[in-house]
């Protein structure tokens, strides 16, 4: 059998954890979340046991780069089972149901005590758009009229956007000879994320750079110190070279108006083919037209790349996210991140108002990675640094899900006014 994949299986706890070891072609669920733009679809087919009728779901966008999984429920406990891939639809009849995909790979676990199995893994970069795959799980269920059960069948189809990679680090502050004031790091051809070193300012933020057929955006642009103009435009006689063009068009915007985001914006300004949008909330609601603010969802088109632009007003007057469909990035600012999120009483409302309407936007598109500006959380679930803390050595990494999202968007639900709340992957400071 061929396979575009290996998946290992192995008891960790219970239920079962499915380890996904690797993985290079597309993951699928039925579980999609209403009205989301996800790629998969529930094929139906399942076979009814001595447990009930087993499902197979699971939750991802399958962006290149982008974590994945998929649970089994309601199969008989302590049994076999068997996880049918197939590039094609085969629809055998077996045991009294349908076999869907073609056996191209089977891959063989138990059920455990609950009969039920979880698992994850990180999405490959290297499927293309548009390819299928199908996916089922069958189970020996002595219990069953023919020995057997199975879950629905599920159609994976790749999505369109474009996947791409971290650092395995990030500069933290710990080793202030060496490290360079700003680390550069391709996220793919044409993104690429900043940080800002800690040596120079322990907010290290994070700087946003994307590249369209006619325009680049830099969401930021760090705060101060650092060489941030040089470094761009750096980038972009690269990225010039590479792609055989002479000039493009920099637009410098911000995710808010916070000292720590636009201190840097003195680099840019008067500089070539370079506007620099202004950080009040005028500013911002002119330039990229959102009226009425800060409910108006707009578009802004780099060039066959683009991004839709949300007010979030609440963190602070003039904050906006950023959604790019090329890729299917998040860009939260300081509205969410692996940190505090710092609000005011006043500001409570307006803050839980955005959140809202930022997940429902986000339950609509696909999202490879929900991205702010700091991090400031700990590897370990609900441990931070201390606010201010410029050696970041067990830092978690930036990236975050439409889960967290969610999360947020629910904690805020149930806190009726500004309040403390530590939560395993950020902090909601009130």
């Not at 996880?83 to 676990?109: E, H, K, M, N, W």
């Not at 490959?124 to 069948?153: C, H, R, Y």
Request: overall charge negative; glycine content about 12%; hydrophobic content about 40%.
């Amino acid at each position: 059998m061929t396979s575009p994949r290996r998946i290992a299986f192995a008891s960790l706890v219970s239920p079962l954890v499915l380890a996904v070891l690797t993985a290079s072609g597309p993951f699928a669920s039925a579980a999609s979340v209403a009205g989301v733009a996800d790629a998969w679809v529930d094929l139906g087919h399942a076979l009814p046991g001595s447990a009930g009728t087993p499902v197979l779901t699971g939750e991802g966008s399958l962006i290149g780069g982008s974590n994945y999984s998929l649970t089994l429920s309601g199969a008989a406990p302590n049994s076999q089972a068997f996880l049918v891939i197939g590039q094609s639809r085969l629809d055998f009849p077996f045991a009294g149901g349908v076999v869907v995909p073609s056996p191209d790979t089977v891959l063989t676990f138990g059920t455990g005590a609950t009969g039920s199995a979880t698992g994850a893994g990180t999405w490959t970069l290297e499927a293309p758009p548009g390819k299928d795959e199908f996916w089922q799980v069958w189970i020996s269920d002595p219990g069953a009229p023919l020995g057997w059960s199975a879950t629905n069948a599920l159609q994976s189809t790749t999505p369109t956007q474009v996947g791409g990679t971290f650092p395995d680090d990030w500069i933290y502050g710990g080793d202030c000879a060496n490290d360079p004031p700003i680390q550069r790091h391709r996220y793919n051809e044409n993104t690429y994320i900043l940080r800002q070193s800690m040596c120079t300012n322990f907010e290290a933020p994070f700087l946003y750079l994307l590249f369209g057929d006619d325009k680049a955006l830099l969401l930021d642009t760090g705060a101060g110190g650092v060489p941030i103009g040089a470094t761009v435009y750096a980038i972009i006689d690269d990225w010039l070279a590479e792609h055989g063009k002479s000039s493009i068009e920099l637009i410098v915007a911000h995710t808010h108006g916070h000292g720590d985001h636009f201190q840097g914006d003195g680099q840019f300004a008067g500089q070539p083919n370079t506007t620099v949008v202004g950080t009040s909330q005028a500013a911002v609601a002119s330039f990229f037209g959102i009226a009425p603010w800060p409910t108006a969802q707009v578009t802004y088109d780099l060039g066959g790349r683009v991004l839709d632009v949300l007010a979030i007003p609440g963190h602070q007057a003039a904050h906006l996210a950023f959604y790019d469909r090329n890729t299917g990035l998040l860009l939260t600012g300081d509205s969410l991140y692996p940190g505090f999120i710092f609000l005011g009483a006043s500001t409570w409302n307006t803050f839980k108002d955005s959140i809202s309407r930022l997940r429902d936007f986000a339950e609509t598109v696909p999202i490879a990675w929900v991205l702010g500006t700091h991090v400031e959380m700990k590897a370990t679930p609900f441990e931070a640094y201390p606010y201010g803390t410029s050696v970041q050595p067990d830092e978690r990494m930036l990236r975050l899900e439409r889960k967290h999202l969610r999360e947020l968007d629910d904690a805020l639900d149930l806190l009726p006014t500004a309040t403390t709340e530590v939560h395993a992957d950020f902090i909601i400071n009130g």
